[in-house]
């Protein structure tokens, strides 16, 4: 079996069903950071170092373990507009000998496209501070793929839902709520879908530095839609409708600013990729066979 070494900057949803993907295929050599002090862990039957790593505080050991890691996942968010990996590691990870690194961003950097589809050469006119963020980082990590030629990739991902994250849990638990915005769009994408694309992407051949993609599947559609779907699945009557000036979550209120349906011929057309799950149903119908 192929040895592979990883290092995780973050260790959310998405990076561990990577490295769950992975140890499907590989021998896999992982270490991560995380908010917690340093310390020796275990995942899918893989022994691991868990580093600290919190804003500008972080364990100076990564300085030079990460130099034994070809392959590095990011997937912090930017904070105060800054990028903290690139902060804290710029120089380190200029002089890696790196066969792959790979930014996790997000769609969010589009703004508000009036419903209308957007690709990847689309116009970036983020209205939310997280997608300001975003794009901020996005410009920080193709300046260091273009200065010094890093097999450096960038990855827009949509609303990510997964079997441990929702709409049918969050029914489950009474913390679903159908905000009232009929026709305004949202794209998402399974969590397994990302992982292999990302898994694609290892290979070699594919890697051109600064290059972006957008991750999505080919069903943008309202939350209503969804809505609609999984209260009928899962035999619960709907609660009523909330307008959107009566959310208290600014965050979810941001959510509401951008109206778009993000296009993924790009991942097909590159990556020659079939999507696992195409469209919410397909995604949630697994999600509730696997539910109880």
Request: aromatic share 12%.
């Amino acid at each position: 079996v192929k040895k592979i070494n990883i290092f995780c900057f973050g260790f959310g949803q998405v990076a561990k069903n990577f490295v769950y993907n992975l140890n499907k295929t590989y021998d896999v050599n992982l270490a991560i950071t995380s908010r917690d002090k340093t310390q020796k862990k275990k995942i899918y039957g893989i022994n691991y170092i868990s580093y600290h790593f919190l804003d500008d505080s972080f364990d100076r050991d990564i300085l030079k373990k990460i130099k034994n890691y070809d392959y590095i996942l990011v997937s912090i968010p930017p904070k105060n507009g800054i990028d903290i990996v690139i902060k804290n590691f710029q120089e380190t990870l200029e002089i890696l000998k790196s066969n792959w690194i790979t930014y996790l961003s997000a769609t969010s950097v589009y703004g508000d496209h009036n419903g209308e589809w957007v690709d990847e050469n689309s116009k970036v006119n983020p209205l939310t501070e997280n997608g300001k963020s975003r794009l901020n980082a996005e410009k920080m990590w193709i300046n260091i793929a273009k200065k010094k030629n890093l097999p450096i990739q960038i990855f827009r991902l949509s609303g990510i839902y997964s079997q441990e994250r929702n709409i049918l849990e969050k029914i489950k638990s009474g913390s679903h709520q159908i905000i009232n915005k009929p026709n305004h769009f949202f794209s998402r994408i399974h969590v397994e879908d990302i992982s292999n694309v990302l898994k694609i992407t290892l290979d070699s051949k594919y890697i051109k530095p600064g290059e972006i993609y957008n991750l999505s599947d080919d069903y943008p559609c309202s939350n209503i839609e969804i809505a609609n779907y999984a209260y009928e699945m899962m035999k619960v009557s709907k609660p009523k409708m909330i307008e959107i000036n009566e959310i208290k979550n600014e965050m979810l209120r941001n959510f509401y600013k951008d109206s778009k349906k993000v296009s993924n011929k790009k991942i097909k057309e590159v990556f020659s990729y079939k999507l696992k799950f195409p469209t919410y149903k397909k995604g949630l119908g697994r999600i509730y066979d696997h539910f109880i």
